[in-house]
Nanobody, 121 residues
């Protein structure tokens, strides 16, 4: 069974930094795109950043210049370094990955359980 396990959330003051990590575990063939999404109370889930297996990235306009996504393919892990945090960054952050289970079982999208990020003003 494939799982994505996030860590690194917490409470930080405005202007501070946090680094989120998400590690994939279980039996799978390979991991394609990985990403981070977030959902604030009353809002829809939105993309924060995504990274391809080759390292290509894209970011939401609201976080460009403040957030960096990276991955360690050997560790099946994706990271989100967040700097200059703002109160509007407060949300539950979810890890997402497109994971191949092989030619027979195909590729599926997986989500982590979410980690709370709270930025105080």
């Amino acid at each position: 069974q494939v799982q994505l396990v996030e860590s690194g959330g917490g409470l930080v003051q405005a202007g501070g930094s946090l680094r989120l990590s998400c590690a994939a575990s279980g039996n799978f063939f390979n991991i394609n795109d990985m990403g981070w999404y977030r959902q604030a109370p009353g809002n829809q889930r939105e993309m924060v950043a995504r990274i391809s297996v080759g390292g290509g990235t894209n970011y939401a306009d609201s976080v460009k210049g403040r957030v960096t996504i990276s991955r360690d393919n050997a560790k099946s892990t994706v990271y989100l370094q967040m700097n200059s945090l703002k109160p509007e960054d407060t949300a539950v952050y979810y890890c997402n990955a497109d994971i191949s289970l092989g030619r027979i079982f195909g590729t599926h999208q997986y989500w982590g359980q979410g980690t709370q990020v709270t930025v105080s003003s």
